[in-house]
């Protein structure tokens, strides 16, 4: 199992990161993994990015999530920032 970490940067500083973060983890859910966490990460100019820590199977690629991340609403792009094994 791994824990992979995806940055959603939104549109605009105006994006509600809770919708975002809603529509993220329903993705994330409808291919049998869980969010484990979320934060948001000031950028700059009151701009936030949302970042969401979640199980993957290892033996799966993340590309296609990544894909359907970055074309949520009020999203700019989502981009794979971290990926470790799972270990336990």
Known sequence: MLLIQVK???????SDLKKVKESAERIISEHG????KDEIQP??????????IFTWPDNE???TLE??????DDTNSAEIVDVRRAIG
């Open 33 to 36: 993994q869980k969010l484990l």
């Open 8 to 14: 959603i940067m939104p549109a605009s500083p105006q």
């Open 61 to 63: 690629s993340p590309d």
């Open 67 to 72: 894909q359907e991340l970055s074309e949520l």
């Open 43 to 52: 950028i700059a100019f009151g701009l936030n990015a949302l970042l969401l």
